[in-house]
């Protein structure tokens, strides 16, 4: 494949934008910075919306649905909010053949109009916890836009959660901090580091934001999700207040929370190859594709009746495709689907067929060493732990990336030496003008001070002076 | 309930505007003609996407998403199109801090952009059909709004496809129209029609427009779902054209169809009474609560922990809810349940558990007649059995409602009197100027020309000229 797919060594950043187009997962739109996500990559989508549905009605929460449209003066009750997203916003100043007495701003985010009707629903303490997740589109005006990772419109899910106490919270913004966590790791077999955000990188308007951070396989980090600790930032500005048990005006504490499109791109560059995709098994819009293989046309019949009834035990339990098309060889057809990423193909053949048994090759190992026998006999049982293996087995090597551009560096030489290929973890005193001076010399960002310190004492990789957090900096999408 | 909800027969516009708001399917919001769907009326939707989607995947379609923004020279490629839509227009004239160069209108519907795509997509005939769907919101701006049934952001499905020919294009159109019937009569409970829109009615750029028409619980009608035969329409406008098997170019066929958040106030205004919602046991939120009662303290353990067993051997095959809350007496938590519209209610107490017994009361029956006993021995059987009895309980009797409420009319005097109080089946010679006239004279449109029609020839309800098709006309949402 490597005569029509740029190599990732070669250039990373055209390898994916390569991929995403020649895999089908979208398409650039005639609309500047948008794109369309085309039915492969809406499907991956859909299987990340729902994993992640999943588990925020388990914790809890409900999905509702607030307004596209945001009056303009909303924005400017959070100081910080508006000073953030000004440069970034699409205005509608007409509607109905009419100019608007007052714009609308298209959400670039919604903490201000779910903060109006939250003032307006939380009356009492035992309207709290309030626990609201959207799946909504958001527009941010971008610059430099890039298919999945940066778009003017992206499609996100944001969580929006009311709290009695700073705690709780708190405990709230850290506990979707673990979910997301837990759906990088176990569905999207990704690794991801899970910290705070420094001050100059946080969340305009919150007090604090995490992030779950990943290492892409060009050593660049992608921030993959964040949660917000907004404090009672927004409830002042909103009125948000509720009374208390002993009948006294509260204001209350909120997050917000968010996933979006970005994580489709994530996918893409933590397990792809020179060979195209590589789908974690659980995500995978296809699980197993089956390829009827036949010489002569009296074997036709035989293969494709054996196809069929493989695909029909696997079905109720996989995402099964059977790649019966006649005017394609078997070649191309191998081709086409690891280009695809799909995570397991299962082969048949008339040789197969007599030995009571189908071909299993897996996408995430080259070669003879990802092949297996699987007896008829077996098939519900092994094709399933197949997939498991082939998610440990990309899981595994994305981590092993990872711990092999990652250093902890000793001093600033050694970091300006690992920034450009990967991670440098580092002492960082806190001083924002230390975080400035880096990025301005080496490109690089804090991208978060990992939640699982060392503890001790250290000095601060740029200035020196006595430094107690271990900051993970590289350079980011 | 009588004094807090205004009765159907008093105000039904205001009971349903009560309802909706009470309920909490839905709240208004400081944007002009958007809403707030909240948690009850949002999860509402989500089965009724998931039942659709379904649908939608079973007859072969994929979801994809297309931009928001879709530049105002593509509306105008269309002429009929532009015209339609213009007057509605949110068109978003700054972006990231400049004026554009070309506005940008909110999409009111996908036709243009996606024709745009799929000009680009199809070469052949072997990339078609192309049997595509998108949820996403949309944008019309309106002038008078109400909660669910017209409101100026909504959301909804948007299903696009291309095809070889006429016939298959049509027979796309047709099936699309059967898929939302069968979701109407099996899902939602509500019996509709399938028909043919007049010229006048039809979707701004289609050859023919389908509906399925539902009648309200005030005699009005309501579109609940359209399928559009756009013929070669839009393949002309952007140039969507394919190489046939001799190697010629020729224009696809392309259809268009969609359901919208309305259709949740279609579950509202045909099945709700004067105690509130009456959900449809396959699409609500709860389809089952459990209402512990106990008098004594000494007996409150041994009930909650009968309902507490009663919820686990349901919720495996049903949504099931414990109204567990201690403040509040049996008596209001009936009030709400029904109030909300949950199919099923589950009264246990000390009594009924000596018994080894539940009480189930069906929220379309009122008193006695909707209570029975079921032994605990039954639980997994009889409860599902009763669901299925409310489902086609409330389906019957929207069916009789409709009925009642329609008129083979005569003349144009039986006429004038059916379609203030429902629908009036008519002869219709098919000339526009008779349509105009009875809508001026009776605020009656026509609703469609049933696909089913009796045949034969009569004579025009207006001009008295000879007609081959039977009309419905009904005063419409």
Known sequence: MSDFLTAQKKDFSKWYTEIVLKADLADYSPVRGCMVIKPYGYTLWERIRDELDRRFKETGHVNAYFPLFIPMSFLEKEKEHVEGFAPELAIVTHGGGKKLEEPLVVRPTSETIIGHMYAKWIQSYRDLPLL??????????????????RTTEFLWQE?????????????????????????????????????????????????????IEAMMKDGKALQSGTTHFLGQNFAKAFNIQYLDEHNELQYVWTTSWGVSTRMVGAVVMSHGDDQG????????????????????????????QAARAVKERLQGQLRVHLDAREELTAGWKFNDWEMRGVPLR???????????????????MPGRQGKSFVSLDNLEIAIPKLLEQVHQGIYEKAVAYRDSHTWEVENYNEFRGAVPR????????????????????????????????PGGEGHCIYCGEPAHKIAIFGRAY
């Open 277 to 304: 995709l590589v789908l974690p098994p659980r995500l995978a819009p296809i699980q197993v594709v089956i390829v009827p293989i036949w010489r002569q046309d009296e074997e036709r019949e035989l293969v494709l």
């Open 346 to 364: 299962i082969d048949i053949g008339p040789r197969d067929i007599a030995k009571h048994q189908v071909m299993a090759a897996r996408r995430d």
């Open 159 to 211: 969580g929006h959660t009311a709290h009695v106490t700073h705690d709780e919270a708190l405990e709230e913004t850290l506990r979707m901090l673990d979910v997301y966590t837990d759906f990088a790791v176990n569905e999207a077999a990704i690794p991801v580091i899970p910290g705070l955000k420094s001050e100059s990188e946080k969340f305009a308007g919150a007090v604090n934001s995490y992030t």
């Open 132 to 149: 609201i997740n959207q799946w909504a589109n958001v527009v941010r005006w971008e610059m430099r836009t890039k298919l999945f990772l």
């Open 422 to 453: 990967g991670f440098a973890h580092a002492w960082w005193c806190g001083d924002a003008k230390c975080e400035a001076a880096i990025k301005e010399e080496t490109k690089a960002t804090i991208r978060c001070l990992p939640l699982d310190q």
